[in-house]
């Protein structure tokens, strides 16, 4: 009998995999509406950079060859809480498709039970039976009709999206940290600038006084020019209070506090670079945003199978074996051997419209993850070219204040000169030297501006990530 059981049940399960199928539809990665080159890639007369792969840097911060900055980003996937965070949600994900694989394989259990009954007796009186039963019980439900095989589908996709979410919170962090980074630098070269025009100043304040002593200048020569050296002193400490929340603001991105961690002042060494920025639809495999909106969508299309395969039956399967007896000692005896095995079929044949709905809201649900998915790649695109404009405009920019920087600094030592020699007041000389530190301090805030922009760019084309990089089936497992 035993045998005759597991051939039937050998035959049931051989059915089962035969007739098996998935229902709902098939994925399909939708279009996106993606230009074939950008807007402001490569105007009349500029030039960014060669189109090419960013990834083929390595870490893609190191285009900007400083040994500090490579230090701190190096530290960001070992000690920044966020991104652990987002790597916790990830590991979440990936033990949810676990779960869901381990649904297609049958439920296995060992139990004992005893149960103490009355009953009435033939006689009439009541009888007190004692029942003892051990023993593995298997139960399980053939995918027919693809329902869990939908849902790894669906799960799988989800993780494959928690990992994208992994990889832009940690281009997030990257960025942010190099954006504080430079404008970190830029305090740095402010404070030397303004240090250096105190100590012109100065100079300029010695010779104000000696012409002064000597009769050849006026007391509010000498007043204007020590008003002139001690405004340019404060402006020097109020730099600490822009470069300090800096300081701290990288600290808590590397995972450490503001009182554990500083970055000495040093120069800020190189230019901006090229940037190599491709062509648009490179951005759907290089932006983890992106990727993470396109597994979205695969995770929601698998979900329409699974509403939909509500519709169909279900078969389980059971099996079971083990011992029964009224007697505890007796109970492993071959006599009281048990076994039970047979399919179960159930089919759902009124929910007021339950089903349908549930369809109708995976449907709306896919739907709405695909209009987030070409939001996502609009906004990608927009991205880039409002970063490319406005290196494109700051470069120019550059070039025009540089210019202004030489011609002040020879006008503020042209009039100075002229002040020595008795030809000009010295308002003319406070006007040339407040002239060529502004012209200075806005060369400064350009070369800022294009360094953040270019970290902006290069966040924005994806950091050199690729899907390619996303988890597949054996990685999850």
């Not at 990665?29 to 402001?40: G, I, Q, S």
């Not at 540089?402 to 010295?426: H, I």
């Not at 003319?428 to 060529?436: E, L, R």
């Amino acid at each position: 009998m035993q045998c005759l059981g597991c051939k039937t049940a050998a035959t049931v399960f051989g059915a089962c995999l035969a007739c098996a199928c998935a229902v709902g539809p098939n994925y399909r990665r939708p279009d996106a509406n993606v230009p074939v080159a950008f807007k402001e890639a490569a105007p009349e007369g500029w030039k960014l950079g060669q189109p090419q792969d960013l990834g083929s840097r390595g870490a893609w911060w190191s285009i900007y060859d400083d040994p500090v900055l490579d230090g701190l980003e190096r530290q960001i996937d070992v000690s920044n809480q966020t991104l652990k965070a987002s790597e916790a949600a990830y590991l979440q994900s990936a033990a949810v498709l676990k779960a869901a694989r381990a649904t297609f394989f049958p439920e296995v259990t060992l139990g004992a039970v005893v149960t103490r009954a009355s009953t009435i007796a033939s006689a009439g009186g009541p009888v007190t039976r004692n029942n003892f039963s051990i023993g593995p019980s298997a139960s399980w439900e053939p995918d027919l009709w693809g329902r869990i095989r939908r849902t790894v589908e669906s799960d799988t996709a989800n993780a494959q999206a928690s990992a994208a979410d992994l990889a832009s919170a940690r281009l997030s962090a990257q960025s942010q940290l190099a954006q504080d980074y430079f404008e970190l630098r830029i305090a740095d070269e402010l404070k030397r600038l303004l240090e250096a025009t105190m100590a012109a100043y100065q100079r300029t304040l010695d010779i104000t006084r000696n012409r002064y002593a000597v009769g050849v200048a006026a007391k509010s020569d000498v007043v204007t020019a020590e008003t002139q050296l001690e405004n340019t002193h404060a402006a020097a400490v109020n730099v600490e209070a822009q470069r300090d929340p800096l300081e701290h603001a990288i600290a808590v991105l590397i995972g450490k506090t503001p009182a554990e961690f500083s970055i000495a002042p040093a120069p800020l060494s190189g230019n901006v670079p090229a940037i190599p920025y491709g062509v648009p639809s490179t951005l759907l495999e290089r932006r983890p945003d992106i990727a993470a909106a396109e597994r979205q969508i695969a995770a929601a299309n698998a979900q329409i199978g699974v509403a939909i395969s509500a519709y169909f039956p279900t078969l389980t399967l059971s099996a079971s074996t083990g011992y029964d007896s009224s007697t505890l000692s007796k109970l492993l005896e071959a006599s009281n051997r048990v076994w039970s095995v047979g399919p179960q079929l159930a089919e759902t044949v009124f929910d007021a419209g339950a089903r349908r709905a549930q369809v109708a809201g995976a449907r709306a649900t896919y739907d709405e993850t695909v209009a987030n998915y070409r939001q996502s790649v609009l906004v990608g695109i927009q991205q880039v070219e409002d970063d490319l404009a406005t290196l494109r405009v700051l470069a120019h920019q550059a070039e025009v204040q540089n210019r202004a920087v030489e011609l002040a600094r020879e006008a503020e030592q042209l009039t100075l000169n002229s002040y020595k020699a008795g030809v000009v007041d010295y308002t003319s000389v406070v006007q040339a030297q407040a002239t060529a530190l502004s012209s200075e301090q806005s060369a400064l805030t350009i070369r800022q501006s294009r360094l953040v922009a270019s970290v902006s760019l290069i966040a924005a084309l994806g950091g050199g990530w690729t899907s390619a990089e996303l988890p597949g089936t054996k990685q999850l497992e």
